[in-house]
């Protein structure tokens, strides 16, 4: 299949996620992913997301984890940057309906040793991530990966593809897609 057809597929499937299996494995996710950041005790940035229908919302659980955490902004374009994020910080619908940090919010670059974790509408067991197609985290990805600790893909486990979704050269894999 083509990665349009994979992505129909895989929407498919997120559209019959329930609420509260959505709700409870996000949950289940963001505490494996805290425990594993408490494991090697992290003390960087967290870029993260705020999930949409049909991606796992880690925020409701990761900000009482005492986390720094940033979060994308992306303009018309496609164009996308990372703002810290604090739980009092109010959240705005970006250009593509994504919630952003408002325009107070101060710009930061990936350090040594800062986390990511990236939406997915799927993820094979390889580490092929199969976006939403704009490429934006690709693109941001391409530049700052080296400097992570780790890359993982927020994707519910009824999108982790058995078999290998269609991989580009300019597609960067995550390193893991369970919090397990």
Known sequence: M????????????????????????????AESLARRLRSISFDGVLFLFAGMKGEPDFLPYLV?????????????????????WFPSDDLVEGPFGVREPNDD?????????DCAVVPAVAVDLSGT?????????????SE?????LFTAAGVFPPCVASEPLPREPHDIPVDFWTFE
């Open 2 to 29: 083509t990665k349009l057809e994979w992505r129909k597929h895989y929407r498919q499937i997120r559209e019959n996620i329930s609420p509260d299996s959505a709700a409870m494995w996000s949950r289940q996710m």
């Open 105 to 113: 919010a101060i710009k930061v670059y990936p350090r040594s040793g």
């Open 64 to 84: 009482r984890q005492s986390f720094n955490i940033a979060l994308p902004k992306t303009d018309a374009n496609g164009s996308m940057d990372f703002y810290m």
């Open 144 to 148: 700052y990966k080296s400097r992570l």
């Open 129 to 141: 991530r199969l976006g939403v197609g704009k490429g934006c985290y690709d693109r941001w990805l």
